[in-house]
């Protein structure tokens, strides 16, 4: 066959691209174990997504596979080996401030904005194309290719966790679920919590109470509103009066109320993904600063003391004594992605942290397990999947390296992350796209959105990516 254009392909499908593309993410595709079921272990809507997915590529020619409605895979070629394509079809919590309905997937000035829309639906659904181009066009191939589509990776990866334990591991593979040109090495990921370990009751003889503070509902987003409840003993003008000067000084929207004689302050801060905290304002970490400003009674002073000594103005960990960095992947990172106190049950802290791949990671913990204890604290609940870094040399970085730079014609630089992508699931996988160099990442962020330009354009690269991987 002669030279294939490709975006000339990608062309010839535009509409119904963005058609189910919208389809996908009108879908509120957000964790539910509240409501989920045997049958839908993540929610109903979870479940939906997926399902979604697997009857299109069912109805293109796809051999479809539902794995316990956690996982599935759509599969077409012939070969010994298997190309993986690893996505997802979960989103985070869609948050407030939206300017358009978050799964209404509206299309206004060149973008589709939805939750979901670059984080990865957006992107999954130009992997799913690139596969029906090349499928389509009966292409010779040695190898099969799969797309492996997961449900829980804004939260525990409990869906490819379960696949890999009844599936075969592709021979390579690559995540279009972060930044173009292509991601070879990203961070180790922590998370964990810090728990006060003891109720320390009978204390009142302090100018303010703290009765509960609450902030953020997962541990790799920056939270963008927190909410305390205080029992002032005396008239609490003198706090209010402070809290208002506190939200000029730092340019924040906030606001206080009286509720059956509990004085509520509630502030507004602004959303990021957790892998890189100082992109955001963590609304906790703001609200908890300003409380620890005050006379707090001995218990909420111990908790919400030590959050805004060791947090408020560090995610390097330096005050925790494990800050490090190195050449492959930056920065260490720490992001405070809930707190949660209450006067009777005391506090707890949900930490998320990016390590370097040179990280010696026991040692490391050791020193927040030690920090924690001789402050009062309990560290409790780790999870930790480590670092993964991928020859650049390869066969695979070094046939995506060529795919980029004659789509784009730009030099396909090798990038490190924070971010944590399915890629670290294979023996041999990178993020492939598909935010390109300048765009803005609005991924986790109100109003995400994804440029249909971009849309067109990574499906065209991921479709020769796929063929080149596979001749």
């Not at 890999?164 to 961070?187: H, N, Q, R, S």
């Not at 492939?432 to 995400?448: I, N, S, T, Y």
């Not at 249909?452 to 063929?467: F, S, V």
Request: hydrophobic share 40%; glycine share 8%.
């Amino acid at each position: 066959m002669g030279d294939i254009n490709w975006q000339e392909e990608v062309m010839k499908r535009k509409d119904d691209l963005i058609k189910d593309t919208q389809k996908l993410l009108q879908i509120k595709s957000v964790l539910d174990e509240e409501n989920a079921t045997s049958d839908a272990p993540l929610g109903k809507e979870v479940k939906e997504a997926l399902t979604y997915l697997l009857n299109l590529g069912e109805t293109d020619g796809f051999i479809a596979k539902n794995v316990e409605n956690l996982a599935g895979h759509l599969e077409f070629g012939q070969g010994e080996e298997l190309l993986g394509i690893l996505c997802h079809v979960d989103v985070v919590p869609e948050g407030d401030g939206w300017s358009s309905d978050p799964y209404a997937a509206e299309i206004r000035d060149g973008k589709i904005f939805a939750r979901g829309a670059i984080d990865d639906k957006g992107p999954t659904m130009a992997a799913y194309y690139a596969m029906k181009i090349v499928k389509e066009l009966g292409l010779d191939m040695n190898k099969r290719v799969r797309m492996i589509i997961g449900t829980d990776e804004e939260s525990d990866w409990r869906c490819v966790d379960r696949y890999f334990e009844v599936e075969e591991m592709p021979t390579l593979g690559f995540a279009p679920d972060a930044d173009f040109p292509i991601i070879y090495a990203e961070k180790g990921i922590a998370d964990f919590d810090l728990v006060q370990k003891e109720i320390i009751r009978g204390v009142a003889s302090s100018q303010v109470k703290v009765l509960s503070l609450q902030s953020g509902k997962r541990y790799n987003m920056v939270p963008d509103f927190a909410k305390a409840s205080l029992m002032v003993q005396y008239e609490p003008t003198e706090v209010v009066q402070m809290y208002v000067d506190f939200l000029k000084e730092k340019e924040l929207q906030g606001k206080y109320y009286m509720d059956n004689g509990e004085l509520i302050l509630e502030l507004e801060g602004v959303s990021a993904h957790g892998m890189e905290p100082n992109l955001g304002k963590n609304a906790g970490l703001l609200l908890a600063d300003f409380l620890s400003s005050l006379k707090l009674d001995q218990q909420a002073d111990q908790f919400i003391g030590f959050i805004a000594k060791h947090f408020a103005n560090d995610s390097r960990g330096n005050q925790l004594g494990i800050a490090f960095s190195d050449d492959i992947t930056g920065d260490l990172t720490i992001n405070v992605g809930k707190i949660y106190y209450k006067q009777q049950t005391g506090g707890r802290v949900g930490l998320n942290m990016r390590y370097p791949v040179t990280t010696d990671i026991e040692s490391t913990l050791k020193k927040i397990e030690q920090k924690a204890q001789t402050l009062g604290m309990l560290f409790e609940n780790l999870d930790d999947s480590r670092p993964h870094h991928v020859d650049g040399d390869s066969f695979l970085i070094q046939t995506l390296k060529k795919v980029y730079t004659e789509q784009t014609g730009e030099e396909a630089e090798l990038l490190s992350i924070g971010g944590g992508t399915y890629a670290r699931s294979l023996k041999a996988g990178v993020a492939f796209g598909a935010l390109f160099p300048g765009r803005e990442d609005v991924a986790h962020q109100k109003d995400e959105y994804m440029y249909i330009e971009d849309l067109l354009k990574a499906t065209a690269i991921y479709a020769e990516a796929i063929y080149e991987l596979t001749k």
